[in-house]
């Protein structure tokens, strides 16, 4: 797994954590990671942020389950034309960013037509255009068909239309379980339960993200200053062997 990967997964391993029930009774304490992986573009998933998993501040139109099965985020129902060239997408309607304002389908097609026009990461050429057809309703039409284009419906953070600007990468408002506190690039960024979230129950009230080099990382979670660090596997494993040899 390649370091970019790795760091890449984060966002999704930090969903699950978040959203699993505390170990302890009683009020639960901030959360501190040292994961590296700090996004340099920002928080703006129309440039990419989030597509290796989940985005955090964002919400997605579909997304794996524990099983690795698709499901609804904000979708309630998906279908596919019989000529393969238009997803409809209806939406809940319970979904709100985080600034409480409500998210429809014209935000969905706001953010698809402008991740398709962008030329960042996310390889959108194959949608020729994406409608509101209804509040609650979106309609996805590609050039040719495409099946594999379910991975822009699971990694595509919706962003909201009259919301996003020059500047959304580093103030991302977003449907998603968390919203942005402080962000002091190369040093942490923390952020908070978005109180508007429809997913669920958070365990976290708060996350900080320790950013820096793997050494200080591990240190750091060896003086109990964080919960989690994140070591690539080789690493690990090279930790876990000095630990048997000593242990012989």
Not at 17 to 42: K, S
Not at 45 to 74: I, K
Not at 87 to 113: M, Y
Request: with cysteine.
């Amino acid at each position: 797994m390649s370091l970019k990967t790795f760091k890449g997964l984060v966002p999704a391993a930090l969903l699950g954590l978040a959203l699993a029930p505390p170990l302890q009774a009683g009020p639960v304490p901030p959360l501190v990671l040292a994961v590296g992986g700090e996004p340099e573009g920002g928080f703006d998933p129309v440039m990419g942020w989030g597509r290796y998993g989940n985005p955090l501040f964002q919400a997605t139109l579909l997304r794996f389950d524990a099983d690795l099965t698709m499901v609804g985020d904000l979708a309630t129902s998906w279908s596919l034309s019989d000529d393969r060239l238009t997803w409809t997408i209806k939406l809940r309607q319970d979904a709100k960013f985080s600034d409480g304002t409500a998210l429809t389908a014209e935000d969905v097609a706001f953010t698809f037509n402008t991740a398709r026009d962008a030329g960042g990461l996310v390889d959108m050429k194959i949608l020729r255009e994406a409608r509101a057809i209804a509040p609650d309703t979106v309609a996805l039409e590609l050039t040719r068909p495409q099946i594999t284009f379910t991975s822009h419906l699971v990694g595509l953070g919706i962003v909201p239309k009259a919301g996003y600007g020059a500047d959304y990468a580093r103030h991302p408002i977003g449907a998603g379980p968390f919203r942005m506190v402080e962000w002091r690039p190369g040093e942490q960024l923390v952020v908070e339960r978005n109180p508007y979230w429809h997913g669920g129950a958070i365990a976290f009230p708060r996350v900080s993200f320790i950013f820096g080099e793997e050494a200080a990382a591990i240190a750091l979670a060896q003086t109990g200053a964080v919960q989690v660090a994140a070591v690539p596997p080789g690493r690990a494993l090279t930790r876990r062997l000095r630990a048997c040899g000593r242990c012989m």
